[in-house]
């Protein structure tokens, strides 16, 4: 690839997904003394004087590989610092995502740069760790972990989610980690506001939250929208339920809601809804506590031992108390704590059921 000269360049950027959504579109670069197996780069280029750029994306694009870009979606401006044979390089980069028309050819398809060279262009898959190669901008890792899905209609995306659960239950409950300090004393926390009585737990998963609440001294009602864990635990010999907070009778009444890790596959709309039907099985003064996780917006992400695509939506503080206050819940407070992977933060919210 050409090194610009210029000390800091403005680019457009785009992540192209496939139409199977687990691959996007990237050039292949040849071997630098930092990347001595080649790197990965995403489509785009350089915004001339006067142009927007959007319209610096789309005409990269046209004049790279010959394509147009249907339901081009806006999504960060990233900065990427980085060296190429020990050269320096500076971007600020408006990243994109968007379809390809059409789309580049499984193998074969070749880039051709302003200068005249070429490049490979390949897919590059959304498992992390199938990826032999770096990506630049490095930044963008994070957004392909997010990436919006325009063709799938709400209902598919949670089906979509449940079915990534129900057949990698097995991976995620082999692979589900050991309570770390932080959510032993938020289950600790729960177990003394709650003091003593009857909680429900939505998606509990493989169970571990479930048996350190009871360890704690509650009694725990197993739920989950997944059947393949709640098999899990009737086989393990616990009284489970497959319910879907959104539609199914809840039971109740409970004196607490636990839901760790839950309630970020529902839409910013079932979220209302849920959290006010949780209320409604909830003695007055019962506790909530939710994790989720923080940030704008929503997407797809293939991360951890569930390989298929999980729906997520992000939520921002003011958001998310503003949403459990009109579901009648008070919130005690909302905690901002690091995630396991990428980068991520959560926020733990611990509520009151307004009488
Ligand atoms: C990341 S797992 C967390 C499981 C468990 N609480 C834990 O901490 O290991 C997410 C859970 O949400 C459930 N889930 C997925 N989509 C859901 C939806 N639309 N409504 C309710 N639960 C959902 C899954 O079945 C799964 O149990």
């Not at 350190?212 to 197993?222: F, H, K, S």
Request: aromatic content about 6%; proline content about 6%.
């Amino acid at each position: 690839m050409a090194v610009d000269s210029a000390p800091i360049r403005v680019k457009a950027m785009l992540i192209a997904p496939n139409e199977e959504f687990d691959a996007h579109a990237v050039s292949l670069l040849p071997p630098t003394a930092e990347n001595p197996d080649g790197y990965h780069r995403l489509i785009g280029g350089s915004v001339e004087p006067g142009e927007t750029h959007e319209q610096a994306l789309r005409r990269e694009v046209e004049e790279e590989i010959g394509a147009q870009v249907e339901e081009l979606q806006f999504l960060a401006c990233v900065e990427s610092i980085f060296t190429i044979d020990g050269r320096l390089g500076h971007e600020i980069v408006f990243l994109y995502t968007g379809r390809l028309d059409p789309l580049p050819a499984e193998s074969g398809a070749v880039l051709t740069e302003g200068d005249g060279s070429t490049a490979p262009i390949v897919w590059r898959s959304f498992h992390e760790q199938q990826v032999p190669l770096p990506l630049y901008p490095s930044d963008a890792v994070a957004w392909v972990h997010r990436l919006p899905r325009n063709d799938l209609g709400r209902d598919a995306a949670r089906a979509e989610t449940v079915q990534a659960y129900e057949s990698n239950a097995d991976a995620y409950a082999d692979n589900a980690p050991d309570l770390n300090e932080p959510m032993s004393t938020n289950l600790d926390r729960f177990a003394s506001l709650v003091g003593d009585g009857r909680v429900v737990e939505i998606g509990s998963g493989p169970g571990r939250d479930a048996l350190a609440l009871e360890a704690r001294g509650l009694t725990v009602q197993r739920t989950d929208i997944t059947p393949a864990f709640v098999k899990r635990l009737i086989d393990a010999g616990y009284d489970a339920k497959v319910v879907d907070p959104l539609r199914d009778d809840l039971g109740g009444p409970y004196r607490g809601v636990w839901a760790n890790a839950v309630l970020l596959h529902l839409s910013r709309p079932e979220m209302a809804i849920v959290l006010h039907r949780l209320r409604q099985v909830v003695v007055d003064g019962g506790v909530l506590m939710c994790t989720l996780k923080e940030g704008a917006g929503d997407g797809w992400s293939r991360h951890g031992s569930v390989q298929a695509a999980r729906h997520f939506t992000f939520w921002r503080e003011q958001q998310l108390r503003e949403v459990l206050e009109a579901a009648g819940w008070t919130p005690i407070d909302v905690q901002h704590s690091p995630g396991r992977k990428l980068e991520e933060q959560w926020l733990n919210v611990m509520a009151r059921a307004s009488s």
